[in-house]
């Protein structure tokens, strides 16, 4: 699909976090790794890339399910916590973030962060990057009942940005997270940067290769 001038200059601009706006994707496939690797588990990327998506609870339920782990979810839970709590520090923000939220604050966009990841983590690492005070709300995977690809999580992002669906777009990394907005009737950017063929994206879904360019086509 190419790009639309009617998506320039939206009035609200909804992110993921975890390969979008932050550029931890290597990071959480390690925790993935580590996680599985503590119960001898065997982890593949075919399923790490089935699960970069879905909330935390569903990605462990998932994993203890398919792995025969023993334990209960809770448990598993607070593991897979403290294997992304001890990776987490050393992720940065991806290329050209800054650029796109400042541009977006200039423009008066209010942009909000849609993600599986916690609000705890999501917050201390906005503060930690430097940028808290470009975002006017977050969307955790604590805060749905049904996570990512589901149309829940950006139907409840829209409602904090409080305009029309006419006037969002978001941007994603996976097909399960654009699968999610574009459900929820959101014009959807896909951030494919060099691996722009990995994936089958969702039909309308609009490929960019970075932040930067985005940040271009927006304003």
Same mark, same amino acid.
């Given at each position: 699909? !190419?790009?639309?001038?009617?998506?320039?200059?939206?009035?609200?601009?909804?992110?993921?976090?975890?390969?979008?706006?932050?550029?931890?994707?290597?990071?959480?496939?390690?925790?993935?790794?580590?996680?599985?690797?503590?119960?001898?588990?065997? *982890?593949?990327?075919?399923?790490?890339?089935?699960?970069?998506?879905?909330?935390?609870?569903?990605?462990?339920?998932?994993?203890?399910?398919?792995?025969?782990?023993?334990?209960?979810?809770?448990?598993?839970?607070?593991?897979?916590?403290?294997?992304?709590?001890?990776?987490?520090?050393?992720?940065?923000?991806? *290329?050209?973030?800054?650029?796109?939220?400042?541009? +977006?604050?200039?423009?008066?966009? !209010?942009?909000?962060?849609? !993600?599986?990841?916690?609000?705890?983590?999501?917050?201390?690492?906005?503060?930690?990057? %430097?940028?808290?005070?470009?975002?006017?709300?977050?969307?955790?995977?604590?805060?749905?009942?049904?996570?990512?690809?589901? *149309?829940?999580?950006?139907?409840?992002?829209?409602?904090?940005?409080?305009? +029309?669906?006419?006037?969002?777009?978001?941007?994603?990394?996976?097909?399960?997270?654009?699968?999610?907005?574009?459900?929820?009737?959101?014009?959807?950017?896909?951030?494919? %940067?060099?691996?722009?063929?990995?994936?089958?994206? *969702?039909?309308?879904?609009?490929?960019?290769?970075?932040?930067? !360019?985005?940040?271009?086509?927006?304003?």
């Amino acid at each position: 699909m !190419t790009f639309d001038a009617s998506l320039a200059s939206p009035r609200a601009l909804l992110l993921d976090l975890d390969g979008t706006l932050a550029d931890s994707l290597s990071t959480m496939r390690q925790a993935y790794r580590k996680f599985l690797e503590q119960f001898h588990a065997k *982890p593949t990327d075919a399923e790490f890339d089935l699960l970069n998506g879905p909330p935390l609870c569903e990605v462990v339920r998932h994993l203890k399910t398919a792995h025969e782990l023993e334990g209960d979810t809770a448990e598993l839970l607070a593991c897979y916590f403290e294997v992304i709590d001890d990776v987490y520090s050393g992720v940065v923000p991806s *290329p050209g973030a800054s650029e796109l939220l400042q541009k +977006a604050s200039v423009n008066q966009c !209010t942009v909000g962060i849609v !993600t599986s990841n916690t609000s705890g983590r999501t917050r201390a690492w906005l503060e930690s990057a %430097g940028l808290s005070h470009l975002i006017d709300f977050i969307v955790s995977g604590e805060e749905v009942k049904i996570g990512k690809p589901d *149309p829940e999580p950006y139907l409840l992002g829209a409602r904090k940005a409080s305009c +029309a669906l006419s006037a969002i777009v978001a941007v994603e990394d996976s097909p399960q997270g654009a699968q999610s907005a574009i459900g929820a009737g959101i014009r959807t950017f896909v951030l494919t %940067g060099e691996f722009g063929g990995k994936f089958s994206w *969702p039909p309308n879904s609009v490929p960019i290769r970075s932040l930067s !360019t985005l940040a271009e086509l927006l304003w």
